[in-house]
Nanobody, 122 residues
Framework: QLQLVESGGGLVQPGGSLRLSCAAS????????IGWFRQVSGRGRDAIAC????????TYANSDKGRFTISRGNANNTVYLQIDSLKPEDTGIYYC???????????????WGQGTQVTVSS
């Protein structure tokens, strides 16, 4: 059964950086698009970025794209989200999800990880 595990979150001061990891495993390591999402308490999950199966295509969901970078590891079973110049409003639970298809648009989540907490505070 497909499983996704996020890691790399924590407490960081404004202006710092974090690299979040999403490790995928299962009977067959999925070669589908992977997306990162953020959930703030009391709200739904908002899309941040998506990367295609090959890693050649990336999609970002907001105009502050420059602070977020999504990438794939060489083994293609891990997807990263680099966040630079962290702001307090970046605080939330970050989830990764595997799409049911190879495309980022439309993105149809087929599996979710448990999430990793990111807290940005001075």
């Amino acid at each position: 059964q497909l499983q996704l595990v996020e890691s790399g979150g924590g407490l960081v001061q404004p202006g710092g950086s974090l690299r979040l990891s999403c490790a995928a495993s299962g009977f067959t390591v999925p070669r589908y698009a992977i997306g990162w999402f953020r959930q703030v308490s009391g709200r739904g999950r908002d899309a941040i970025a998506c990367i295609s199966t090959s890693g050649s295509t990336t999609t970002y969901a907001n105009s502050d794209k420059g602070r977020f970078t999504i990438s794939r590891g060489n083994a293609n079973n891990t997807v990263y989200l680099q966040i630079d110049s962290l702001k307090p409003e970046d605080t939330g639970i970050y989830y990764c999800a595997a799409s049911r298809s190879t495309a980022c648009s439309p993105f149809s989540p087929g599996a979710w990880g448990q999430g990793t907490q990111v807290t940005v505070s001075s």
